[in-house]
């Protein structure tokens, strides 16, 4: 069927570090969203790409997406504690399912 | 409400007993969707509600679960005779939108043990 690939699983980074995530499709996706999970907590909303190579900025996070609309990415600039979590990409299909990756857990080493 | 809400917020039920969880969607929210979540999981997708109607309940594991929203608001998930493998959070979400094409907003879950 078709899948979301969510790599890396885990990331762990020094305070301070950078931290990205990335999703593949094996199909083209009309929309790719992202959420962020706390401990305990349940995913909030982050942000939506629809355009083909769209770039979108929040502060220090950076969302993009592929050419191909197969792909996309969240990276994180200078990590701060208070960016724990896990970090899901959920992709619609041709079929208006929503596909979601597995997610990958950002930890802050002490 | 301001937020979807989700009751019980934990519910401990003995293998066999039937189990209801209810959601509350944002007023208005056209789509509603079920999820299961297990401890380090992403949300596995269950079923879809778009107003009263059933759109896709492709997800749901087995006939032991049954979703309903008969008057396109409260939403209850119901998984009769229950087994330890149903043990995990129930999340629900709603949108504004169909189809999966806006923003979700999800409720706090409701985390179902089965002893």
């Known amino acids: 069927g078709q899948q979301v690939m969510q790599i890396p699983q885990y990331q762990h980074v020094q305070e301070g570090e950078d931290f990205t995530t990335y999703c593949n499709s094996s199909t083209t996706l009309s929309n790719i969203q992202w959420y962020k999970q706390r401990p305990g907590g349940h995913p909030v909303f982050l942000i939506q790409l629809v355009k083909s190579g769209e770039v979108k900025k929040q502060k220090r996070l950076t969302f993009q997406f592929g050419e191909a609309k197969k792909n996309s990415s969240l990276h994180i600039t200078a990590t701060q504690t208070t960016d724990v979590g896990t970090y899901f990409c959920a992709g619609l299909d041709s079929n208006y399912q929503l596909i979601w990756g597995a997610g990958t857990k950002l930890i802050i080493k002490p | 409400g301001a937020g979807v809400s989700q009751s019980p917020r934990y519910k401990v039920a003995k293998r066999g007993q039937d189990v209801a969880l209810r959601c509350d969607p944002i007023?208005?929210?056209?789509?509603l969707f079920w999820y299961q979540q297990a401890l380090g999981q992403g949300p596995e997708f269950l079923t879809y509600?778009?107003?009263?109607?059933?759109?896709?309940k492709s997800g749901l594991p087995s006939d032991r679960f049954f979703a309903e929203r008969p008057e396109g608001s409260v939403s209850t998930l119901k998984i009769q005779r229950t087994q330890q493998e149903d043990s995990a959070v129930y999340l629900c979400?709603?949108?504004?939108?169909?189809?999966?094409?806006?923003?979700?907003?999800f409720g706090e879950g409701s985390r179902l043990t089965v002893l």
């Open positions: 979400a709603s949108s504004r939108s169909g189809m999966g094409t806006g923003e979700l907003f």
């Open positions: 007023s208005g929210h056209v789509s």
């Open positions: 509600f778009q107003n009263e109607a059933q759109l896709d």
